[in-house]
């Protein structure tokens, strides 16, 4: 299994700026590159790295994606004057020429390519090309928006020509749209392009009408162009989570890419000059985590944009650190996305539905929506915009430090009955000294009769020793094989507040009762997984998803991941996950395997699993999740059942009232 996170990176790529006065390219410079990497140096990030040698590409690679005349053209500004710099830059517009940006942009393309064959040859498992100048806006014959080669796009094809890479998945979470790549892959159905960008109704740079929602690709590319513009600005945590929810996601994992290349452009960040967004540096922790177990792990993310050095840095930092996986932080008080995004968000998906099963359900537009892009009718300012941002030039905007990701010694720690061999890499956790007698009478009161059963006794009493490290965070995750998944269940809801947390998600995966008792002091969430309709009554805090099929329908028990239980899940920003496979679950062991890589983007990876003790056979591939090792892919998911579907979509406007994560439409207009 590849390890390690490349780091690519050269001086060299600082050593061309504007040669004249252009108040619209002044943000684009060196110190861009200086600071990420010097952050990098600072915080110990960059020697945790695999430093991989950047390299100029070759013109055949260059041609992958360019025409020779704009390559030959591109060839001769090396030589040119200042004047003729100035001349040839005219006839491109949004961007500029240096003698040595010629230069500058092949080793942009040599280092991504370099990038893309350390990961794709299992040198490393992922990485990131600190690069200038960037890519995602140049096209066959044209530069533009500082571009001058698409690093990105000519790295998707390098990897499908070179290595076979059927389908790659191209994530651009800068705040402008790459129109350049989306031209390059717009009928080509092996690569999905997905960004979202600040758009305003074409009211902002590139101020195309084919940035919105409804370009969708072309001819066999139908349904692999993915849009979502941002018609505001002051966009926040929740807008870009809400989008990876209920977009994203869902796509993704239905198009199972072999390879994710990231337009990593970190002026989507609050403070940027470009973007105008409120987003925090930490988000890209999660973003990146997001992406993490789709394609085995194969993730290559390549600078894009980004202009306040204070928040690029920070970006850049919190991406690499996940990508190295480190613990995400707690995503701090997330509100609900605003009117605005739902409005994109449900434009989108009615965009796709047809394309994609997971969003066939999606409710239809509301005529004001149609009527709204024939007129063209821009979105009247409805004065809630966040006046801090309105007022205030980028430099004087201010956001806390992103929190300190500490990383636990122990990574997983694991509870098993005498005679369990021990996975590799985990450490057996067991209550060394005697249990005190209140923690014995305290279970005793609980579960006992009056004859000791010392063999469960003690194992209770290791998990709550697991608990109690975890507390202490000299563990970070945890596993524990047991009798009874229920008596454990309830023993470590019991102890959590005391030791970790008054805020538990429960998820519980399979068929069998769960105490519902436990859910009804609000400092439990539970969401319970199965294939039986419930009983019980739902809640704000007890949430049944009954699959048809049972958990062993991968397509509906991942399109109830990631559209119900994370959001749920971040929302609630709990500080324990208890994650219960209950017995005869029928879960398969690779959609267990992603659900237990995803849920450690919560609670900073404090996820505590429990099986069934003869579950053996999944202790393996649990702790390996665990342990931070990508889920296998899953292949292309099969369709997803109509009731599954529509009961997911009622579930979650049931649930909307009290959860604004889940909202996916924009209310309906009257
Ligand atoms: O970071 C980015 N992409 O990821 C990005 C891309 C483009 C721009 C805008 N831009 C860059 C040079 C330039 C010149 C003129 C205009 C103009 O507005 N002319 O009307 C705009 C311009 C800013 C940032
Ligand atoms: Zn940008």
Redo the contacts with the bound molecule.
């Keep these: 299994m590849a390890a390690g996170t490349a780091l690519l990176y050269d001086e060299e790529m600082t050593k061309y700026k504007l040669l004249w006065v ?1 108040p ?2 002044k943000i684009e410079v060196p110190e861009r590159l200086t600071v990420s990497h010097e952050a990098l140096v600072r915080t110990g990030l960059a020697a945790r790295c695999v430093s991989i040698a950047v390299r100029e590409a070759t013109d055949e690679e260059i041609l992958l994606v360019h025409s020779e005349e704009y390559l030959e053209a591109v060839k001769k500004t090396p030589y040119m004057t200042l004047e003729d710099l100035m001349a040839f830059t005219q006839q491109y ?3 500029y020429f240096h003698p040595n940006i010629y230069h500058c942009a092949k080793l942009a393309v040599g280092a991504t390519l370099q990038l893309v064959d350390s990961v794709m040859t299992g040198r490393v498992r992922n990485g990131i090309a600190l690069v200038r100048p ?1 890519g ?2 140049s096209q066959k014959s044209a530069a533009s ?2 571009c001058i080669f698409n690093n990105v796009a000519i790295g998707a094809r390098y990897a499908m020509q070179k290595y076979g890479a059927k389908r790659v998945l191209i994530v651009d979470w ?1 705040v ?1 749209h790459g129109q350049g790549v989306q031209y390059c892959f717009e009928d080509d159905p092996n690569v999905l392009y997905f960004s979202w960008h600040r758009y305003e109704h074409q009211n902002f ?1 590139p101020n195309l009408r084919e940035s919105d929602y409804d370009s969708v690709g072309k001819e066999k590319g139908a349904g692999f162009n993915i849009n979502v513009p941002w018609n505001k600005v002051g966009m926040e945590n929740s807008d870009y989570l809400a989008v990876f929810f209920h977009v994203l996601l869902p796509v993704a994992y239905e198009f199972c890419p072999d390879l994710v290349l990231v337009s990593a ?1 970190f ?1 989507s960040a609050i403070g940027d000059p ?1 973007g105008k967004m409120c987003a925090t540096p930490d988000i890209f922790a999660h973003l990146t985590h997001l992406l993490m177990n789709l394609a085995g792990g194969k993730l290559c993310a390549v600078l ?2 980004g202009y306040n050095l204070t928040s690029l840095a920070q970006s850049v930092c919190q991406t690499v650190q996940t990508l190295l996986g480190d613990p995400a932080p707690l995503p701090a008080d997330l509100g609900g996305p605003c009117e605005s995004v739902l409005k994109s968000i449900h434009c989108v998906r009615s965009a796709h539905k047809q394309y994609w099963s997971c969003l066939k359900y999606t409710a239809d537009l509301p005529a004001s929506e149609l009527s709204a892009k024939s007129l063209k009718v821009a979105e009247q300012k409805t004065g809630n915009e966040p006046e801090a941002q309105e007022q205030r030039s980028p430099e004087e905007i201010v956001w806390p430090e992103p929190p300190k990701r500490l990383c636990p010694p122990v990574r997983t720690a694991v509870a098993l009955p005498e005679g369990v061999a021990c996975p590799d890499a985990c450490k057996r956790c067991s209550s060394a000294e005697a249990p005190s007698s209140l923690v014995l009478n305290r279970i005793r009161g609980d579960f006992f009769k009056e004859s000791e059963d010392k063999v469960t006794l003690t194992a209770l009493c290791d998990l709550i020793a697991l608990l109690e490290r975890m507390a202490k965070n000299e563990v970070r995750n945890g596993l524990a094989l047991v009798q009874d998944v229920s008596m454990a269940m309830v023993c470590v809801m019991q102890h959590a507040p005391t030791s970790l947390t008054n805020r538990v998600l429960l998820v519980c995966v399979g068929d069998g009762c769960v105490p519902t008792r436990i859910t009804e002091d609000g400092k439990t969430l539970l969401v319970h997984i199965s294939s039986t309709e419930a009983q019980g009554q739902k809640s704000k805090h007890c949430v049944p998803v009954c699959l048809r099929k049972g958990c062993s329908d991968v397509a509906g028990f991942m399109q109830a991941v990631l559209g119900l239980l994370l959001p749920l899940g971040y929302e609630y920003n709990p500080g324990l996950v208890l994650l219960v496979r209950m017995p005869g679950s029928g879960v398969c062991e690779s959609v267990w395997q992603q659900l237990a890589g995803l849920l450690q983007g919560l609670a900073q990876g404090h996820t505590l699993v429990l099986m069934q003790e003869n579950e053996t056979a999944s202790a393996g591939p649990t702790a390996s999740a665990l342990l931070g090792s990508p889920a296998p892919m899953l292949g292309l998911l099969g369709n997803l059942l109509s009731e599954d579907l529509e009961a997911l979509e009622t579930l979650r406007n049931t649930l909307q009232a009290d959860w604004k994560l889940l909202q996916v439409n924009a209310c309906q207009q009257n």
């Design positions: 252009d619209a390219c517009g949004d961007v960037p995602h806006h928006g500082f800068d402008h740079w452009g002026d470009e894009e944009g």
